[in-house]
């Protein structure tokens, strides 16, 4: 199947500074991405869907100025979570979906988010 | 949007019995229903999913079936290993590139 990555796994920051994930397609071309948000023995929501050279499209009651989503090539989307709190700690993963790709979508390992 | 249910959101069985885990969803254009194996701290797997054309699908241990008609489809897991204990989740979409709509997942348990 195809892969996908995403980086960091894992980051801990302070309150008030900003965070970016990067979600990366490593043998195919995605033209859409998917960013999830779960929370500890929660299923996973989801947050945005990102379309290659596109506004992301957000789910409601998702900040899309606190969540900043840029997918600018088939290759890569980025999250960037700004003035993070304590309450966005949560796992985050994404997906990705392309031509050829038929109906599957294939996720990203996740990145563990912790905000002190 | 689409609603997806899932029951029970626990499950526990001796291992070598059948477990059976259900999913309604309420958006009739749905055609695409996968089913996903999440173990703690690691992303969803894909074990088997299943398209509006055909009501049930088979692979060795596991099969799906679904009923369009009455908008659910269930999992099916025979002769269970305790490997199989993990967090179980269904999901529906519109298929392509559509967005996937989780069901609230179910917690498996294997007993030894």
């Known amino acids: 199947g195809a892969v996908v990555s995403q980086h960091p796994s894992r980051v801990i920051c302070k309150s008030g500074t900003s965070v970016k994930i990067e979600c990366r397609s490593l043998?195919?071309?995605?033209?859409?991405m998917f960013w999830y948000r779960q929370f500890p023995k929660q299923s996973l929501m989801l947050m945005a869907t990102?379309?290659?050279?596109?506004?992301?499209?957000?789910e409601q009651g998702v900040e899309k100025d606190k969540f900043l989503i840029n997918h600018a090539s088939l290759t890569l989307s980025t999250l960037t979570v700004t003035s993070a709190h304590p309450e966005d700690s949560s796992f985050y993963i994404c997906?990705?979906?392309?031509?050829?790709?038929?109906?599957?979508?294939?996720f990203g390992p996740g990145t563990r988010l912790t905000v002190l | 949007g689409e609603n997806v249910e899932q029951h029970p959101s626990t499950l526990s069985v001796q291992e070598g019995d059948s477990a059976v885990i259900k999913c309604t969803y309420s958006?009739?254009?749905?055609?695409?229903f996968p089913w996903y194996k999440q173990e703690l701290g690691k992303r969803p797997q894909l074990i088997i999913d299943?398209?509006?054309?055909?009501g049930e699908k088979k692979d060795q241990r596991i099969a799906v079936t679904l009923n369009k008609t009455a908008k659910h489809f269930s999992l099916h897991i025979t002769e269970t290993q305790p490997e199989d204990s993990a967090v179980y989740f269904c999901?529906?979409?519109?298929?392509?590139?559509?967005?996937?709509?989780f069901g609230t997942g179910t917690r498996l348990t294997i007993i030894p």
């Open positions: 997906s990705a979906s392309g031509q050829g790709a038929g109906h599957e979508q294939f």
């Open positions: 043998d195919f071309q995605a033209t859409t």
């Open positions: 990102s379309n290659e050279g596109s506004k992301a499209t957000y």
């Open positions: 958006d009739s254009a749905s055609n695409y």
């Open positions: 299943i398209r509006s054309n055909v």
């Open positions: 999901a529906a979409s519109r298929g392509g590139n559509e967005k996937l709509t």
